[in-house]
């Protein structure tokens, strides 16, 4: 038999598996969790709607999470996991420092990567200026002139709703079509300011986002853009295990039940990885509810691995 280390390893250390991690610690599991190192808010200096959290560092809250889970017997290690397979007792985990962690189950929180629109100076002003989340980023520049710099038919709706936060609303079409019809009526009947052209440059003034040069030499002033980029989940170790996956309009994600359990037994998944909409206050109660489901089922894996052994007791 493999000798298991972990009860649970616990794939990616953002607000998601910190949040399971602590769950399963203060459960007295023995709790693993790898983690790169790459939070999907860490261009941000300032996280907004988490309730109790409201204003502060991403980083100082996964710094004082990792604190919390260490506090409660968990071990916190920088390290990313390159292969996960299915081994007869569990899951065979190889981490790039080269070690292999053995784990009775797996959660993977290994959140998603944003991708932007190739623009110059685009991406240097991401979560400085510029944005995707108006519940995260829409308060603190309500009023100003907001650029919703088009990606796709989402970019119409996110300009509808960022005009509950500001009425100078200017959006960008930019390689996109030009709405028209109703869409063009709604745009009209709010307010709403169309300027066409190909957007050349992000314009930044004094290290903030000022404003924005269409390829003509035409420019306009903004004080923040809002853009739909393209969320892409970071999920090989669910890929390795040949989770299944569900098509969704804004893309393919992993499919996991109510409590985060995906189609392969022994592995939950929660935050970002699998849902697109999970923001920090998502991601940490879907996983706390998910670490529930993982402590239940060890559980009652234990029950079994008891009764087994009192059997083969009787048997001497
Ligand atoms: C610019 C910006 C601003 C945002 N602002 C807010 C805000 O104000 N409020 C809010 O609620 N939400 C905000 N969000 C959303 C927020 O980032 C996500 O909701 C949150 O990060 C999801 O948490 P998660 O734990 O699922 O993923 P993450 O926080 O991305 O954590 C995943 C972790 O897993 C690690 N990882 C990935 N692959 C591996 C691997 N193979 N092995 C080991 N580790 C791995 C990553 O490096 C990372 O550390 C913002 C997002 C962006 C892009």
Same mark, same amino acid.
């Given at each position: ?10 794939i ?5 598996g910190?949040s ?9 599991r ?5 983690d ?8 941000? !200096? ?11 560092s991403p @980083?100082?809250?996964l710094?004082? $999470? *990792? =604190? %919390?889970?260490?506090g409660?017997?968990?071990v ?5 996991a ?7 007792d569990?899951f !065979?985990?190889?981490?790039t420092d ?7 189950? @797996?959660?993977v929180?290994t959140? $998603? *990567? =944003? %991708? ?23 308060y603190?520049?309500?009023n100003?002139r907001?650029g ?10 996110q $300009?509808?709703?960022?005009r509950q ?6 959006y960008?079409p ?10 063009r009526s709604?745009?009209?009947?709010r ?10 440059r ?14 003509d ?9 809002f853009?739909v ?12 295990l040949n989770?299944?996956?569900?098509e969704?309009?804004?893309?393919s ?8 359990k ?16 999970a923001?920090?206050?998502?991601s ?20 079994r ?11 001497r």
């Amino acid at each position: 038999m493999t000798k298991i280390d972990w009860d649970v390893v616990v794939i990616g250390g953002g607000s998601a598996g910190l949040s399971a991690a602590l769950m399963l610690g203060r459960a007295r599991r023995r709790v693993l969790v790898l983690d790169a190192g790459a939070p999907r808010n860490r261009f941000t !200096a300032h996280m907004h709607g988490s309730l109790g959290h409201d204003g502060k560092s991403p @980083i100082e809250l996964l710094s004082t $999470a *990792r =604190d %919390e889970v260490e506090g409660h017997g968990g071990v916190v290690r920088n390290a990313t996991a390159v292969t996960t397979r299915r081994e007869d007792d569990g899951f !065979a985990i190889e981490t790039t420092d080269a070690r292999i962690v053995m784990a009775r189950t @797996i959660l993977v929180a290994t959140g $998603a *990567r =944003d %991708e932007l629109p190739e623009i110059d100076g685009l991406s240097e002003r991401w979560g400085s200026g510029v944005a995707v989340c108006p519940y995260c980023d829409g308060y603190e520049v309500g009023n100003g002139r907001i650029g919703i710099l088009a990606t796709g038919p989402g970019s119409v709706f996110q $300009a509808q709703l960022l005009r509950q936060w500001s009425d100078q609303i200017i959006y960008l079409p930019n390689a996109t079509e030009t709405p028209s019809g109703e869409e063009r009526s709604a745009f009209e009947a709010r307010g709403i300011r169309i300027e066409n052209g190909l957007v050349k440059r992000v314009l930044s003034h004094t290290d903030k986002l000022s404003g924005v040069e269409f390829d003509d030499g035409r420019t306009i002033e903004l004080d923040a853009i809002f853009t739909v980029s393209r969320l892409i989940p970071q999920d090989s170790p669910l890929r390795q295990l040949n989770a299944e996956r569900t098509e969704h309009p804004w893309g393919s994600f992993a499919t996991v039940d109510p409590n985060g359990k995906t189609s392969v037994d022994g592995v939950w998944a929660a935050g970002n990885v699998v849902n697109a909409m999970a923001n920090v206050p998502v991601s940490i109660g879907t996983a706390a509810l998910a670490a529930g489901a993982i402590n239940h089922a060890l559980v009652l894996d234990d029950i079994r691995l008891a009764l087994d052994s009192n059997a083969v007791a009787a048997t001497r």
